[in-house]
């Protein structure tokens, strides 16, 4: 609908001058449309300018008048899913619409509510119209599961892919959503225990998946050897794919197979360090990590899960028993935090302890 507002009209030569000025302070209606004709430029005012910002616009645009003018409405550009839906779905529905997705590369990952199951394209076209650097949207399909952690999606809009690029900390992976795991959402993480290495260590990530700490600790180091397990063949073919993409060669030594035994087989007593990263299975790690370790013991940085029934303190009582059995003991608990929630009522955690 035209509306009718003050205006500033300037002559068409010194136009963009005067646009860029009243955009700069703050006197633009922006709800309206910019107008021109053959001789002047039609600026919508949402106030009359005060004398400095009159002296201010008289200085790039002369012969400057204020009046009125009618002028269309600016065309709005959704700059969110759910403002592109607004028209698209009933209120209710829009209600349920997902707010929070996760990113890997340049797909977008949603949980689709059942009410929405029948809207799920519309979903994810929403995502990648207001979303330019996206080229796929994928909907979980239930949950982590399996040895291999892994998930089953459903392409909903866009490219029909689940293989990306993600960066993260400068450094960047080859994914392969369907195949192996990877969340964003331990980027912090894989920051703050790789920052907690010293020079000269070795390290075994245990449960290395596509190597969001090994390569990170790889390369930001100059005097490191890693020691990267998976028993998930397609996660070592990927993570070896990352080594040379990230050149950490020579540093990250990926190795295929179970934790327990390539422990037993080839790396007792090597270690200064353990990463744990299995939640739902670190616990029947742990002789393993004691057995890695140096004789004069080291740091495990174990993951597990704490709920209202398990929380913080008994899952640390749980990993300090499970040490002991083991003829080592924890010297120190060195950070004891939850990492993210994983469901309801459930968080991950992280026990850093010192061990001897
Ligand atoms: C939660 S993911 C963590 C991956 C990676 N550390 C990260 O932060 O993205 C756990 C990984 O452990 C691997 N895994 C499961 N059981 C294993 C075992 N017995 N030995 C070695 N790796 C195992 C899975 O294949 C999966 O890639």
Redesign the pocket.
């Known amino acids: 609908m035209p509306k009718e507002a003050l205006c500033l009209k300037v002559p068409k030569i010194n136009g963009e001058k005067a646009v860029t000025t009243a955009h700069k302070l703050g006197l633009v209606n922006k709800e309206l449309e910019v107008q021109r004709d053959n001789n002047y430029v039609y600026i919508p005012l949402a106030k009359s300018p005060l004398q400095n910002e009159a002296h201010a616009l008289q200085k790039q645009a002369i012969k400057l008048e204020i009046t009125t003018y009618t002028f269309p409405e600016r065309k709005k550009h959704p700059k969110t899913p759910i403002e592109w839906l607004e028209n698209k779905l009933p209120p209710s529905l829009l209600a349920c619409v997902p707010r929070a997705m996760d990113i890997v590369g340049d797909i977008a990952i949603i949980e689709v509510p059942p009410e929405l199951e029948a809207h799920k394209t519309e979903i994810g076209n929403a995502i990648l119209q207001t979303h330019k650097n996206l080229r796929t949207v994928l909907a979980k399909v239930g949950a982590i599961k399996g040895?291999?952690?892994t998930r089953q999606y459903t392409i909903i809009a866009g490219v029909p892919k689940t293989e990306t690029i993600h960066k993260e900390h400068g450094c960047q992976y080859y994914i392969d959503l369907a195949k192996?795991?990877?969340?964003p959402r331990?980027s912090h993480e894989?920051k703050r225990v790789a920052s907690m290495i010293k020079e000269g260590e070795t390290v075994i990530?245990?449960?290395?998946?596509?190597g969001?700490?090994s390569i990170l600790i790889a390369q930001t180091h100059k005097r490191v050897k890693v020691y990267a397990?998976?028993?998930?063949p397609e996660?070592i073919i990927l993570l070896q794919k990352n080594v040379r993409l990230n050149r950490v060669e020579g540093k990250v030594h990926p190795i295929q197979?179970?934790?327990?035994q390539i422990v037993k087989q080839k790396l007792r007593g090597v270690a200064d360090r353990v990463i744990m990263?299995?939640?739902e299975?670190s616990i029947e790690f742990v002789g393993a990590a004691c057995e890695v370790l140096k004789l004069e013991g080291g740091i495990i940085h174990f993951y597990g899960f704490t709920t209202v029934e398990e929380p913080l303190k008994k899952l640390e009582q749980r990993f300090r028993r499970e040490v002991e059995k083991f003829d080592r003991s924890v010297t120190k608990i060195l950070f004891l935090k939850t990492v993210r929630e994983t469901a309801p009522y459930e968080w991950q955690a992280v026990i850093d302890a010192e061990i001897r």
């Open positions: 040895e291999y952690r192996v795991y990877f969340s331990l894989h990530d245990m449960f290395a998946g596509v969001p700490f397990i998976d028993v998930n996660a197979g179970d934790a327990k990263n299995l939640p299975k």
